[in-house]
């Protein structure tokens, strides 16, 4: 039997912010991968088709349980036990039971849970469990368990009353010990905070350093940016990628970057070999950018 070609990181089609039953139900909807690669691997036609989903979780005061939902929100109709369920139970998940022998990883979308404080972590820990025993281990690392655990940019770094409002809800260490004692073979994804005082405030080195450190030890990593920051923090953000061949970036972003921003994203990321494919694009108006850039033949 052929083996499935993995898709380009830079293809997949993420749904962000899927925090309630109406954008859930969208992503029900969607069908299976069905993105192929070009013959030179580096091109493709985007479609609709579901690779990736990211979601938020707050812990609910109300309910006592994990619920869907991005701060200052405290309370959610969704509760993340239904989210995962629905999820389960999707038409494009079906053939990636546990009884399935060799499901092909990449028809099983990226599930990025996004956490916004260590009781919500907590607290869902036996709901992500019972969710990964629907499917078989070797798709475990399809499931990313994310945090801000480290203090990033858009604050100034001189001024201890701005970095005060821009400190984690995690201790780094509590997260990963968490994450990889309770749920062995997910990925973590471990980023940085950020403040809308100055989106276009860069990583530094000290900042980038200190992540490393941490994620040393671990393999299957991806490091969430904002990529507003991205062009100014390239010579510290790519020591990211020299130091583990597993290691990825997630670029995030909810407004749309000028196309100079994208073109100088896509150029340095997806135009070096050293680079390439290791980089995955949850930004806004990206995949329109790539039609576009396709269609006149220039990526």
């Known amino acids: 039997m052929m083996a499935t070609k993995q898709p380009l990181l830079i293809n997949y089609n993420w749904h962000h912010a899927v925090n309630d039953q109406s ?6 909807e969607k069908k299976s991968v069905t993105d192929n690669n070009g013959a030179d691997g580096r091109t493709t036609a985007t479609t609709d088709a579901i ?3 990211e979601a938020d979780i707050i812990f609910s005061e109300v309910k006592s349980q994990a619920v869907m939902g991005h701060p200052p929100l ?3 109709d969704l509760t993340l036990a239904s989210f995962l369920h629905q999820l389960s ?3 494009f998940q079906q053939h990636c039971s546990s009884s399935t022998n060799n499901p092909a990883e990449t028809e099983f979308p990226v599930l990025k849970l996004d956490f916004k404080s260590m009781t919500a972590l907590k607290s869902s820990l036996p709901d992500i469990d019972n969710y990964l025993d629907n499917f078989p281990s070797c798709l475990r690392r399809r499931v990313w368990i994310n ?8 604050e100034d770094l001189n001024d201890a009353t701005a970095q005060e409002k821009i400190q984690p ?3 780094i260490t509590d997260f990963l010990q968490v994450v990889t004692t309770a749920l062995p073979g997910t990925v973590l994804s471990v980023g940085w905070t950020t403040s809308l005082t100055d989106i276009g405030e860069p990583y530094t080195d000290t900042m980038v350093s200190s992540m490393i450190e941490f994620a040393k030890p671990h393999t299957e990593v991806t490091f969430p940016v904002r990529a507003s920051c991205f062009v100014k923090s390239w010579g510290a953000l790519q020591k990211l990628y020299q130091i583990n061949d597993t290691w990825t970036l997630t670029l995030w972003w909810s407004h749309e970057l ?4 994208f073109d100088r994203i896509y150029w340095t990321l997806e135009n070096d070999e050293k680079f390439r494919n290791r980089t995955y694009y949850d930004l806004f108006g990206f995949r329109n950018y790539l039609s576009m850039s396709r269609y006149k033949g220039l990526c």
């Open 23 to 28: 954008k859930l139900n969208q992503v029900l």
């Open 51 to 53: 690779e990736a989903i």
């Open 74 to 76: 405290r309370d959610s």
């Open 89 to 91: 139970q999707a038409k």
């Open 147 to 154: 945090a801000d655990v480290l203090p990033g940019p858009g």
């Open 169 to 171: 809800k995690f201790e």
């Open 258 to 261: 000028a196309k100079e921003e």
